[in-house]
């Protein structure tokens, strides 16, 4: 090739069939600003695009904060930035989002995302940390209190999604599932540890597991090369003819063993305490979950505060998401927001 030549572009890696199937070779989707169409294509089937998240409950979770121009508040689980730069418009001009998230992988892509998007230092900052620890970041900024407080418990698409986090049981992966990938233990070193009586509890308790006695008895203090694996001996270990039974119960395996790895029970208990002192009088709180064990825990923070008088009302039951939205987002499903206000 001589000098004055143009450089060909590198070559778009190749897969089998008429459209990519792994998460690495999803280019068009990982690329929404010049695939717009494609990515539409993807929302309107129903499925979430390839590293990216679709917000749920959004026109719920803004109504029930009573968002108004000028507020300071705090998003306590960032994600994909989705509910943020909703909320961060509603508050404009002069409003201030604080941002948390413990991922320190998708937290600066987010960062520059919203930054992207316009909005600067003096109105958005992102903050590294565990939604337990949100009393102690509002103390480092002078802050005793917010307008608004923001929670959506659900991990977001983009760790689900990609293999090398080790979330999904859908294709191989290391057996992480760490929020934080470089604290703690993996879910393969923390099955490789746990006793049966305690993989047991967990199983009652993070996912309401039917065969949890049975299941943790086979699983407990095994090693696990990686996810498919884990799945493949969850399968073997239950006895039902039902196939979509034994999916079901692979995906309560793998969230109950997430939740204990994360020790998510233990941050949100965390959070829940510290809530009502983070919040003006008379501010929402307003919280998205997505099992029963979360909801469990933030009903009845909400209904002890009521009853004390910490808070003056909270909402009349979950709300949920709409057939629509259901439709178009199956992970919609299972989600339930609840709010509170703080007493005056």
């Known amino acids: 090739m001589s000098d004055d030549e143009t450089p060909r572009p590198p070559r778009r890696k190749r897969y089998s069939g008429k459209n990519p199937r792994r998460f690495e070779d999803k280019y068009k989707e990982h690329d929404?600003?010049?695939?717009?169409?494609?990515?539409?294509?993807?929302?309107?089937?129903?499925?979430?695009?390839?590293?990216?998240?679709?917000?749920?409950?959004?026109?719920?979770?803004?109504?029930?904060?009573?968002?108004?121009?000028?507020?300071?508040g705090v998003d306590a689980t960032l994600g994909y930035g989705g509910h943020a730069a909703r909320i961060l418009e509603k508050i404009a001009p002069d409003g201030k989002l604080i941002g948390l998230d413990l991922d320190p992988l998708e937290l600066p892509k987010t960062s520059a995302r919203l930054r992207a998007m316009g909005f600067g230092g003096d109105r958005f900052e992102a903050v590294r940390s565990n939604y337990a620890g949100i009393a102690k970041v509002l103390a480092e900024r002078g802050l005793a209190e917010v307008d608004f407080i923001f929670a959506d418990l659900g991990c977001s698409s983009m760790q689900f999604d990609d293999p090398s986090r080790g979330f999904s049981f859908k294709s191989a992966g290391p057996l992480d599932m760490r929020m934080n990938p470089g604290r703690g233990l993996s879910a393969a070193d923390w099955l490789a540890?746990?006793?049966?009586?305690?993989?047991?509890?967990?199983?009652?308790?993070?996912?309401?597991?039917?065969?949890?006695?049975?299941?943790?008895?086979?699983?407990?203090?095994?090693?696990?090369?990686?996810?498919?694996?884990?799945?493949?001996?969850?399968?073997?270990?239950?006895?039902?003819?039902?196939?979509?039974?034994?999916?079901?119960?692979?995906?309560?395996?793998?969230?109950?063993?997430?939740?204990?790895?994360?020790?998510?029970?233990?941050?949100?208990?965390?959070?829940?305490r510290v809530l009502p002192k983070c919040l003006k009088p008379g501010a929402r709180a307003a919280i998205l979950t997505f099992h029963s064990g979360e909801d469990r825990r933030v009903k009845q923070s909400m209904k002890v505060g009521v009853r004390d008088g910490i808070y003056s009302e909270m909402s009349d039951g979950p709300i949920t998401a709409s057939p629509e939205e259901r439709r178009l987002n199956p992970r919609s499903s299972s989600a339930k927001l609840r709010w509170v206000t703080r007493s005056a």
Not at 195 to 216: F, I, N, V, Y
Not at 240 to 250: A, G, H, I, N
């Open 32 to 72: 929404p600003a010049r695939y717009g169409e494609t990515i539409a294509k993807v929302i309107a089937s129903g499925k979430t695009p390839a590293g990216s998240h679709i917000p749920i409950l959004m026109d719920e979770s803004l109504d029930a904060l009573q968002l108004a121009p000028g507020m300071s």
């Open 193 to 272: 540890r746990v006793s049966a009586e305690k993989l047991e509890t967990a199983l009652h308790e993070h996912a309401d597991e039917p065969r949890a006695e049975s299941l943790a008895l086979a699983l407990a203090g095994r090693s696990f090369p990686d996810t498919l694996a884990l799945a493949r001996a969850i399968r073997e270990s239950v006895r039902v003819s039902d196939e979509d039974e034994r999916e079901l119960t692979v995906r309560r395996v793998f969230q109950a063993v997430r939740i204990a790895v994360n020790e998510e029970f233990t941050a949100l208990d965390a959070f829940l």
